[in-house]
């Protein structure tokens, strides 16, 4: 039977065809190219005439079937072991943990996470996890921290995983039964007293130094503690502040507009040809991200982000330096204080100008929150 | 019945030729005795088969089955 699997083609010259008919060779197929034939063979018939190889000229031509990835294999195999080989490797590595990145801000919490990652097996040079154990470790370490973690997801990009978690803010609940004083936070002139419950100690435009009690949660009578109750109250006051800033008088700033476009540039030695640059900017600040460089050849491709900017260089007036001092005493001011705070009054103390920069003292007056409380206690207080 | 029918095509040793537009295929043959441009000489139980015509070629050259190509004019038994 002829065997369809593997087929052997070889080259006969025409006038030894005829003969070889005579050895009961057999032949799938025979097609004639120029002065030769081309025979179709199995194995059997292959071997058969390839007795007569020399005699007849007869050339192997080509291989058909699996015979052909057989030759091809044992041809080239040391750059298939090689090959598989490499791509062996490459699935090992790409299958190995090479980053564990753990989205919060919070060390402590970063820490406990990173080791109980360690724990169920999740550490740096370690294989990655199958989605099933990955969300066996996420429920693990959510179980395990659940006074910690209100939430965690872990997630594989590449050989990297990102652990993003939001931490459990448990707020301390305060008693809300715990009686208590509201005191001054600072040094202030009472500006207002909103109370809700407590004695008002303090009046309106009276001076108060901090931890002076302005409400408080002792009922009396008779100069008599009789009881003493959680006192509630809002209180704002006048407070004082000195600000000192050193101004440069030499001004320089650089802003960006809104305006902006995309360049491919080319600069050859020192040289510089923009592509698709379409409107000039006249002050621009360039973002750039190569294409080609090279350090031997002077060449060099890339492509740029252009921004237009505006640049302030100017050199001020001591007025002109005094007025943007105050300007940056007030922003500087207003960013420590709480968001319902508000500037009264300024008034300058001291200008020093120097040969460069300006130095101002300002004084501010601020409207703002100065509730604090302190427990009182049941017995002794 | 229709089995040993089927089994008797299938393991038939009767000498069959069919021809095909330029082709002509010859089943069961015993062995050739000419294989020119013009003439093709088949023999089968001691009798020959002529096959005659212009470039004859063949295709197809199995133990019991034959393959012959080419402008045939006469098949003589």
Known sequence: MININNIYIVKIPEKYFKKIIKFHIYITKIVKKKDNYLLYLDYTNYKKIEKFKKIYNIE??????????????????????????????LVFLSNLIFKIEIKTTNEALKNLVSKELENNNLSLYKFVKSYKEKEKIKSSILDNNKDKLEWLE?????????????????????????????????????????????????????????????????????????????????????????????????YYEKTRTLKSKKRLSLTLFNKKINFFDKAQFENEEIEETKIFSNKLLPIKLSYENVYEVIIKDQVLTPEEATTEAIRVARSKLLNTLPKDSKILNQKKLKIIINNSTIDVDVFFKVYENITDTRELEEKGE | ??????????????????????HLNVLNYDSIITLENDKVVLSKDNKLITIKGHDLSLLKLLEMEILIEGDIKTIEL
């Not at chain 1, 057989?70 to 598989?84: C, D, G, R, T, W």
């Not at chain 1, 594989?156 to 609940?173: A, M, P, Q």
């Not at chain 2, 019945?1 to 330029?22: E, G, P, Q, V």
């Open chain 1, 154 to 250: 872990i997630t594989r990009s590449g050989t990297k995983y990102i652990v993003s978690l939001e931490e459990r803010i448990i707020e301390n609940i305060e008693d809300e039964k715990t009686p208590r004083d509201i005191v001054a936070l600072k040094n202030a002139i009472i500006l207002s007293i909103e109370a809700r419950s407590g004695s008002i100690v303090k009046k309106l435009n009276d001076y108060v130094k901090k931890g002076e009690v302005i409400v408080t949660g002792k009922i009396t009578h008779n100069d008599e503690v009789k009881d003493l109750i959680r006192a509630e109250a809002v209180i704002y006051g006048e407070t004082w502040y000195n600000v000192h800033v050193s101004y440069p008088i030499a």
């Open chain 2, 1 to 22: 019945m229709n089995m040993k029918k089927i089994k008797n095509y299938i393991s038939s040793k009767d000498l069959k030729i069919n021809y095909f537009s330029r």
């Open chain 1, 60 to 89: 192997l031509e080509e291989y058909k079937g699996l015979i052909k990835y057989q030759k091809i294999l044992s041809k080239h195999y040391l750059f298939f072991i090689m090959f598989f080989l490499g791509l062996g490797f």
